[in-house]
């Protein structure tokens, strides 16, 4: 399973980003998908995730009313809506697929990741 990351850039603080994770094939559809990111020096954290229905979703306090993460189940993509955008969301984002249909906020609940796609908030 691969999957895609794309959508980061640079954007002013308070701007607007779209990122989109598409899977390469299917396979991913009933299962749970995430975003994490990293920034230099610190280690991957949550940031949003969604079930395989797109029903429920779970988000870090840090991002909780600015980001929406949704998806598109019979494209197998997910996408991460960024709205009102910090200098501290600064950081290379990251898409996952996770090992059951729950989302899931650790690391460790998900079996496949994206390559990464950066996104710079400048202030």
């Known amino acids: 399973v691969q999957l895609q990351a794309s959508g980061g850039g640079l954007v002013q603080a308070g701007g607007s980003l779209r990122l989109s994770c598409a899977a390469s094939?299917?396979?991913?559809?009933?299962?749970?998908m995430g975003w994490f990111r990293q920034s230099p020096g610190k280690e991957r954290e949550f940031v949003a995730a969604?079930?395989?229905?797109?029903?429920?979703?779970n988000y870090a306090d840090s991002v909780k009313g600015r980001f929406t993460i949704s998806r598109d189940w019979p494209k197998a993509t997910v996408y991460l809506q960024m709205d009102s955008l910090k200098p501290e969301d600064t950081a290379v984002y990251y898409c996952?697929?996770?090992?059951?249909?729950?989302?899931?906020?650790?690391?460790?609940?998900?079996?496949?990741w994206g390559q990464g796609t950066e996104v710079t908030v400048s202030s």
């Open positions: 996952a697929a996770a090992r059951s249909s729950r989302p899931s906020t650790t690391t460790r609940g998900y079996a496949y």
């Open positions: 094939n299917g396979i991913v559809k009933n299962n749970g």
């Open positions: 969604i079930d395989w229905k797109g029903g429920n979703s």
